[in-house]
T-cell receptor
Framework: GIQVEQSPPDLILQEGANSTLRCNFS?????LQWFHQNPWGQLINLFY???GTKQNGRLSATTVATERYSLLYISSSQTTDSGVYFC??????????FGPGTRLSVLP | DTGVSQNPRHKITKRGQNVTFRCDPI?????LYWYRQTLGQGPEFLTY????????KSRLLSDRFSAERPKGSFSTLEIQRTEQGDSAMYLC????????????FGQGTRLTVV
């Protein structure tokens, strides 16, 4: 089946710093989503981005489907950005497959 | 519509007992997914439905696990004869499977088997 990798596995930043999270996937996909998992465990939708670039406030994402990767950019990070960020892909005709996540800690 | 709803939020049960979780998807969504997440891991696929049909089950879904989606609306996930290894967060998601396949997750049900 499809493999999903995320890097880095852990990231520690000072408040105000910028960061880039990466998601690589091994096969063509119909959908790619980025999620932030809050401290209570709920997965919060950040971006639905099977291809192209989107921006939402301090966050933006780019997916290059032909090269099978996606990037999540966080600018001017805040302590509330801390948590685990997951990339999930939907291969054609199959179920969502999650990456292992990137654990982000933003220090005040 | 307030999104995907899961109940209960927390469940503590003794080993060997049966438990049932419920998921109410976003009303017009025809796909419903169940995932399981253990501490420090990403969510793992269990099963999914399109309307009332169960289209795929993971090998993780042993014969102690059963899921239903009668009438293509809410879904239930039952675990029989629970084991300590079943302790996890159980997540439900729904999507409108047409052109747009964005999925939305519920708050999850955290199961602890003692």
């Amino acid at each position: 089946g499809i493999q999903v990798e995320q890097s880095p596995p852990d990231l520690i930043l000072q408040e105000g710093a910028n960061s880039t999270l990466r998601c690589n996937f091994s096969d063509s996909v119909n959908n790619l989503q980025w999620f932030h998992q809050n401290p209570w465990g709920q997965l919060i939708n950040l971006f639905y981005i099977p291809s192209g670039t989107k921006q939402n406030g301090r966050l933006s994402a780019t997916t290059v489907a032909t090269e099978r990767y996606s990037l999540l950019y966080i600018s001017s990070s805040q302590t509330t950005d801390s948590g685990v960020y997951f990339c999930a892909v939907l291969p054609y005709g199959q179920n969502f497959v999650f990456g292992p996540g990137t654990r982000l800690s933003v220090l005040p | 519509d307030t999104g995907v709803s899961q109940n209960p939020r927390h469940k503590i049960t003794k080993r060997g007992q049966n438990v049932t979780f419920r998921c109410d998807p976003i009303s017009e969504h025809n796909r419903l997914y169940w995932y399981r997440q253990t501490l420090g891991q990403g969510p793992e696929f269990l099963t999914y439905f399109q309307n009332e049909a169960q289209l795929e089950k993971s090998r993780l879904l042993s014969d102690r696990f059963s899921a239903e989606r009668p009438k293509g609306s809410f879904s239930t996930l039952e675990i029989q004869r629970t084991e300590q290894g079943d302790s996890a967060m159980y997540l439900c998601a729904s999507s409108l499977f047409m052109r747009d396949t964005e999925a939305f997750f519920g708050q999850g049900t955290r199961l602890t088997v003692v």
